[in-house]
Structures are given as structure tokens and as C-alpha cells.
């Protein structure tokens, strides 16, 4: 650590491989599950089988008797806790996660029961030998076209916004494309599953966890056990990925609870086929576009509605109909999100949430719009580009969208293209090529950060930033080194606890951007203190920061990152299998931190925008209430070999009002890649792909419908 020379670098926008990259392939890196404690106690976790009604009865007493179980927690006995609070990201708590505080079963997979025993095998045996009565009643898990109950919801502004007459502008239009598109139901899987180790120890009530923000789940941890916060400590050292996963979920409670009935530590880690109930998932969308446009392609009016579903016992909205506020004005512009109840566990933040869904309905209709223009889907967009907030009114910090549009038909060869489909083949195969656009919103949120200069002239950065995969924790070290004129070598990143200080999640492509501000700001004032000549202390010389201030005084703007989505795909019309052939994905997304895990995020992305178009999604049983193959084999994500050679590349786009230029790159890349392909799909084919995923089977009979 110190053999590196005390040399100024510029870190920031040069490729670096992951600090901790060695430790996680030598099986040195730590994750929840796998560290140790003494007198651990394993809980596992009994779901409910009906998909609602009310529990009866738990037979406790013959599982209590078998080998090694220590408790079996449930509604019955389970400890208290206080739900009635707003947490840290302004809802309240999903009471999925605040386990066993009744006999209501809510939708099928709902936690029942924790049983605890000495290993996690004597647990897992005991909580399938658990017998629960039910009392079951009639559900609805139907996710029908036009639901009675649907209404409307506020979610990161008003539901609905009608500006304009939509009626009259679309009968004053030249083009008019009226269609709809449905996404299913779609799971986050990540590799690592839910695991979490809860103990008291001195007092104090310790966490070990895989989540995406410490403070996060400390801060809601406190509340519904009503501990002073200073009294419990999350760590999340090592994360699997998260992709929104990863708050507050039953196994954090239900482990804490154990670890307070038996006061000794107990771990709870999700089965692959209990994530699927209760580790949040993303909603099915049905969304309906309505697009007028003059015969130059300019937009009189522009609809777009989204109907997707929650649970009856929390409210969560996938707001698929946003983006179009900030993407493409029109004379008569209206959004509306829309929700309905069902008899099914609460869907939460997936990768884009909105935007991945709404891309693909948003991003498809603009190309069908330009079929219908006779335009370019490039030009019909840049076309419509608009000066300011189409409906904010509020400036732009900055919209590449054009020039990644350029940079992208340059680099994928898209001049020239015979717009005509289903014109190219190759062999029995038809090739088409397609685009789309792709959007996230650009944000920042208050953090805290410690940077201390030690003894043997090394640096040493506190700041509870979470690495889901993302590549952060080595972002955050070429930061600091930059900031302190020195080499990424000699700067230590310790991140993922609670104890470091409030610093943001990793979510809303907003973490490495929230924590380099915070990382930053302590960093300089460090430097230009040693360079005044402060000495530094054996026990070293450490300087604070905290952004709150800073981040609250940023202007009003439409802060977004954008992106151009490339695919060419080649159906067999034999078998009505697509196969992506390449990707391209051009991105203005603010300062690239660090090149080699920025590309990875953004192929990462793109791939399961591939496995979004072609693979994923999550059947339920009209019957149970219950999916369909709950596990991996039943739900199918992009495999290698259904991934092609993906290319990556940005444009520059530092964003304005960011210390380091950064704008946030964690969801973007999914972002329009579905359309993207669905798009080239049709130029293949010439038929229309409205449903994700385009299974073999709609490929084969989608033309026979039209
Ligand atoms: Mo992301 S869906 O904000 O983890």
C-alpha cells in the first residue's frame, strides 16, 4: 500500500480493474452468509401456500420437539413492531418486511413462520415439516385489461398530467398511431440471495447484511423495533448485486426478531424460490400510446397511460408513463400512471423502474410513428427534440440525445438503411436493425464522508456507500485520489456501515454520484490543509464532510442522462427464434468515473434489456395464486450464448453541476434495449411485437393475427 509513489494522477476517467477485484475471485471477499459467528442459529423461512386468507392455526409444538430447533417465531409470538412511520425514502414500511404481526395472509408466498434451529439443515427440515391451517378465501391475482378498481398515483410527481386538448390535436394530425404494449411480470435475481446475520452484542444490536444502503436499513430497523439509532449497526460489506432488491425485507426483521427471543446471533437467507415472494419484483404494465404528429413528423399530441399492479397491503407503482414528460413535447401532452390491487406480493424499484418498461412502449411507438411519417426513426426524434422540460418548462443541464443518435448510426453503419422490412435475409434468416432511445433521470441526494491522511502518508476514506457491483468502491478511491493529488494506490475505501454516517443508497443511479460529492469535498479540504502545513497525528488527521447543504442549493433543472440504443437481430422464421446479433449503446451520461466498470454497468444493462425483449417473465397461476417455475429454470434470463458482442461507448457530457461531472450510469443501460430489438424485430420481420418477451411462439403467430 505504501510502495506507490506519492505522485499527482489523473485517476478519474482512466480504466482501473475493481480494488476489491482479487479479493472476490480468490473467495477472500466476504459476503453476508458466509461470515462467521460463534452460536450462530440458522432461521428459515415458512411461506404462506394459499394466496389469501387468514392463518388458523401453526402446529408448533411437533417441530419444536425435532433435532437442533431452538424457536419457531410467527403471529402468535413474534415480538411488536411499530409500522406507523414514513422511512427514509418518504413511504411507509412494505409490512411484507414487518413479519408476523398477523393472522392475514395477503397473496401466496407471504412469511408465516420463522423456524430456527442449530444448523440451516435442521432449520430447513423443521419449517417443511411445519403444518399451518388456513383459512382460505377467493383470490384475484388476474392482471385483466381494464380492471374496475384501477386508480390513479402520485409517484415522484402527479399521476396524471393533461396539457392540452389530446382529442382535438389528434384529430388536427397528419399521422395518428394509437397502440398498446404489455410487459409481464419480471424478476431482479440477483446472484447473491437475501441474507442477513442479526446479534446483540454489548447492547447493541449488530446487522450483517447484502443490501443497498446500511443507513437505509438501519434507519427502518430502528424504527420498527423503536431503537435509538445509535444502538444498531448495519454492515453490508460485499453485495452480489441488488438492482432495488435490496432494502428492508422480511429476512432482516425476522432475524432480528430471533436474535431478540433467543439472544444469540441468527441468520435468515432467501431460497432462489423465496425471492421470487419476497424480494420485490417488477410489476406487468399495460400501457396505451397515442401519437399525432404532422406529416413532418412533429408531435400535436402525445398520450401515454400505464396501468400496473400493487399488493393490497402496500403501494407501489411502476411509473412506466413518466419519461415521456421529459422526453418528447407535443401541443396536447398527457401521462397518466395508473394502479391496481391484487391478491400478489408488493413489486418495488427494478432497474429503471418506469423507465425500462416505459422505454419500451414509448421508444416502440416512435418507430412505428415513423414508419407512418415515411421518416428515419433517427430524424422523427431530433424532429421533436425539445428546448426545455416538455412538461416542467424547466432548462435542460444538458441533452446529448442527438449527438449520441449520431455517434451511434456512425458507429453501427446505420446510413443507408432500406427502411423497408422484411427485405433481408440470410439464408432462411430475415435481418432487421433498430433503435431506440434511452433516458435516466440524473440525480444526487445529501452524504456524508471521513477522509483521513495517516502516519505513513497513505489515506483512508470513510463513507457508507454500498457496492452492489457496480464497480463504486473503486470510483469513490479514484476520486479521493484525484481530489488528493495522489495515487489511487495509496488511498483506502472503507464502505457498507452504518456506523460511517449518513451517506445516500445504491439506487437510483444516484450512489456513486451522492458519495463522490461527499468523498470530495473532505478530500480537498484534507489536502489543502496538509498543504498549509498541518501535521499529521499518529492516530492521523481526519477532515468531515457533508453535502446536505451543497446538494439542497442545486437549481431546478431537468437533470437526465440519455443514451442511443442499437440491435440487429436475425429471426428464423422456421422456428420464430431472434437472435441479437450486436448491440451498440451510445451513451451522455456524465463524467465516466472509471471506463472498464462503466462499460461493464452499461453492457450489464443492455443485456438484460436483451433478456427483457426476448426471455423474462414470471407466469402466475390463475389457480394458486403462485408462479409458475419460481426459480431459474422456469424463469429464463439471457444466457451467454444469447448474447452477442455488446459495444459500449459515451460521449462527453460532464454534468454542470456536479463537483466530479458525474451524472450516474446504474440504470440507463437497460434503458430503450428492448425497444431497440423489438424495433429491429419488425424490420425483419415486418410485424409489430407489442408483448414482451417476443417468444418463439408469438414470432410464429403474431403474423397470422394481424
Ligand atoms: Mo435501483 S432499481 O434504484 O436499485
Redesign the pocket.
Known sequence: MTTAPAARRNSVGTAHTRVEGRDKVTGTARYAAEIPFDELAHGWLVLSTVARGRIRSVEDAPVLAMPGVAAVLHHGNAPRVDTDYVGLLGVPPDPTAAVFQHDRVPHLGWPVALVVADTSEQAREAAEALVVHYEQEPHDVDFAAEHPDAYPVDNHGPAVIENGDLEAELAASDVVLDAEYTTPEEHHNPMEPHAATALWDGGRLEIVDSN?GTMWVASELAKLFSLDPASLRVRSEHVGG???SKGVRAHQVAAVMAATVLQRPVRVVMTRRQMFSLAGYRSPTRQRLRLGADADGRLRALEHSSLSLTSTVHEFMESAALPARTMYGADAHHTANRLVRLDVPTPT???A?GEAPGSFALESAFDELAEKCGLDPIELRVRNEPERGPVSGLPFSGRNLPACFREGARRFGWEGRDPRPGVRRDGRLLLGTGTAAAFFPAGSAPSTAAVTAEADGTFTVRVNATDIGTGARTALTLVAADALETAPERVRVHIGDSDFGPAFI???SMGTRSWAWAVKAAAEELRERLALGATVPPEGLTVRSDTTEAVGALAPKERHSFGAQFAEVAVDPATGEVRVRRMLGIFAAGRIVNPLTARGQFIGGMTWGISMALHEEAVRDHGTGGHYGADLAGYHVAAHADVPPIEVDWIDDPDPDDPVGIKGI??IGIVGAAAAIANAVWHATGVRHRHLPIRPDRVLTAGRHA
Open positions: 443497498q441488488g438492482f432495488g424499484w427494478m432497474r423502474p445504491a439506487g437510483g446504474g440504470e
